[in-house]
Nanobody, 115 residues
Framework: QVQLVESGGGLVQPGGSLRLSCAAS????????VGWYRQAPGKQRELVAVISSGGSTNYADSVKGRFTISRDNAKNTLYLQMNSLKPEDTAVYYC?????????WGQGTQVTVSS
């Protein structure tokens, strides 16, 4: 079975950092385009960052320079390093893996940025 298991969310103060992890089983993430999405209350789901199977990355303008997406092929795990967090980063964060018609999602993890 394919499973994406997220961890690392929680409550953090503005300016703080978190690292989200998405551990995959049943698929090799290195084969997929993988990314992080987020959805804040009352807002549409937003692409945060994506990394292709070839290693190229892209970021939403709102997080560029603060967030870094990476993949550890040996651990089959996707990461999102989140620095200089702002209250507007508060959302449920989801990991995603896509390859042609296949599209897998994690369960989501809550990130709350508040003092």
């Amino acid at each position: 079975q394919v499973q994406l298991v997220e961890s690392g969310g929680g409550l953090v103060q503005p300016g703080g950092s978190l690292r989200l992890s998405c551990a995959a089983s049943g698929i090799w993430l290195s084969t997929y385009a993988v990314g992080w999405y987020r959805q804040a209350p009352g807002k549409q789901r937003e692409l945060v960052a994506v990394i292709s199977s070839g290693g190229s990355t892209n970021y939403a303008d709102s997080v560029k320079g603060r967030f870094t997406i990476s993949r550890d092929n040996a651990k089959n795990t996707l990461y999102l390093q989140m620095n200089s967090l702002k209250p507007e980063d508060t959302a449920v964060y989801y990991c995603n893996a896509a390859l042609f018609k296949f599209d897998y999602w994690g369960q989501g993890t809550q990130v709350t940025v508040s003092s």
